[in-house]
């Protein structure tokens, strides 16, 4: 029996790639407007991100309880084997909450084949690591081998990104007034990056022309073997400087294009990372 892969929405996956490797989605919520929408199904970043340049303020919550609960129970019932891959548990309680309604499932079906594994991992990054797991699974694998292979892909991906403007890391309690404020005046463009899960600032690049180039000598630093591995770009609406910054990484690296992974940042991460993000996701050459 094929192992089942489940992810949830924070991956920024298609519905192609969900459809392709049979991979099952939970959505996270989005707050807008005082209504609730399930990230994916009934709300699309492109509404986010419009209403955050009106000056909206949207929210999201982890994926309910009663959700995992009803999920693990039908998969435990059929004992069919299941391995959720979560969202880095440092930016959702989604993680947890899967453990706790797992360990309720488990007191009924003490034997149910479902696991639970903290990527530490967001957006296509965590992406990235899901697609390899579901690969596997296609193939065959064993849930043991599965969990592996997810285990070593997260700990081994990078996380580079820039935001385009400060203010929304600021809503989100990511950065200071005070460096927001000054972000924005002098021009300065934040890189950042992701450390055992959380988000960290890493340089502070003045004007967008360096940004790209620093991206890419980062990549060079702390990355390996880019013409054997799957590289991803998401970006907060901007598919036109998404693909400037695939062409540099295929002249620069000899990457394939279709090896480029290119989606949009969801709801879920926009919300909080804002309009006009790029982020870069790639395996390095040693762990974090």
Known sequence: MLVKILADSATDLSMNHYNEFDIEMVPLTVHLDEKEYKDNVEIQPKTVYDAMRQGKSPKTSQVSPETFHNLFTTYAEKNEPLVYLAFSSELSGTYQTAKMMLQEVKETYPDAPIDVVDTKCASIGYGLVVLYAAKAAKN????EDIIQSAQYHATHME???TVDDLEYLYRGGRVSKTAAFVGSLLKIKPILHVENGKLVPLEKIRGSKKLFNRMLDIMEERGTDFTNQL?????GDDLERAEQLSSLIQERFGTAKEDIV?????????AHSGPGTIALFFLNSSPK
């Open 231 to 235: 590289i991803g770009i998401s970006h």
């Open 262 to 270: 290119i989606e949009m940042v969801g709801s879920v991460i926009g």
């Open 140 to 143: 065959g694998a064993s849930a």
């Open 159 to 161: 996380h580079i990104f």
